[in-house]
C-alpha cells in the first residue's frame, strides 16, 4: 500500500475513534456546509458539586482537515461559563494554587483544551479558566468564569477556611 494511503487510513481510523462516545455533550451548532461545529459540553467540576461550566469549542471537519492540511489539530479557541445549579458542596480543593479539573486532546499529540480551578479566598469565589495547553508556543487563548460563593447554600467538607487578607488581592463584601 502507498505510504500516502496508509496514512489517510491512519487518519480515518484516529478521527473515527475521536467521534466515539460523546462525553457531556449538550449540544452543536454547525458553522458552515463543510461540517465544522461548535460543540458544547457540561462540565462537572469533581471536588465542587453544585457546580457545572459549559465549555464550547470547535470542531473540524474531515472536509475542513483535508483542504487546511493540519490533519491532526483543532484549534484552540473556547469560550467557558459556570454557574451554581444547586446547593454547593465544595470538597478537598485547594486553596492556594490551582487543579485541572477537566482536559481534552485538540491534537493528536501536542495540544489540549483545559479547564482549571482556582480559589480565591479573599473573594470567596471559584474561579474557572479555559485554556489551551500546548508542548511548544504556548498559547494566550483562554476563557474565564467566577462563581461567587457568598450568599449561596455552601457546604465545606474540610470546614470552611478563614477569609483573610491575601496579598494582592481586593477584599470585595
Known amino acids: 500500500m502507498h505510504k500516502f494511503a496508509r496514512l489517510a487510513v491512519f487518519g480515518a481510523a484516529v478521527l473515527a475513534l475521536a467521534a466515539c462516545g460523546n ?3 449538550v449540544g452543536n451548532v454547525g458553522v458552515d456546509w463543510t461540517g465544522n461545529d461548535i460543540s458544547i459540553e457540561a462540565v462537572a467540576d469533581p471536588d ?3 457546580v457545572v461550566c459549559h465549555l464550547a469549542f470547535f470542531n473540524r471537519s474531515f472536509i475542513d482537515r483535508i483542504s487546511q492540511g ?3 489539530e483543532d484549534p484552540s479557541y473556547s469560550a467557558l461559563d459556570c454557574s451554581a445549579v444547586g446547593p454547593i458542596t465544595v470538597g478537598d480543593i485547594p486553596l492556594k494554587g490551582s487543579e485541572e479539573i477537566f482536559k481534552e ?3 493528536l499529540i ?3 483544551l483545559r479547564v482549571t480551578r482556582i480559589y480565591d479566598q479573599a473573594n470567596n469565589s471559584l474561579i474557572y479558566l479555559a485554556h489551551a495547553r500546548e508542548i511548544q508556543q504556548g498559547s494566550g487563548k483562554m476563557s474565564l468564569s467566577v462563581v461567587p460563593l457568598n450568599g449561596l447554600d455552601v457546604t ?11 496579598t494582592g488581592s481586593v477584599m470585595v463584601q
Open 23 to 25: 462525553r457531556s455533550e
Open 48 to 50: 465542587v458539586q453544585g
Open 70 to 72: 493540519n490533519w491532526f
Open 105 to 107: 486532546a485538540r491534537s
Open 110 to 112: 501536542w495540544k489540549s
Open 156 to 166: 465545606w467538607k474540610n470546614g470552611r477556611p478563614t477569609a483573610g487578607a491575601v
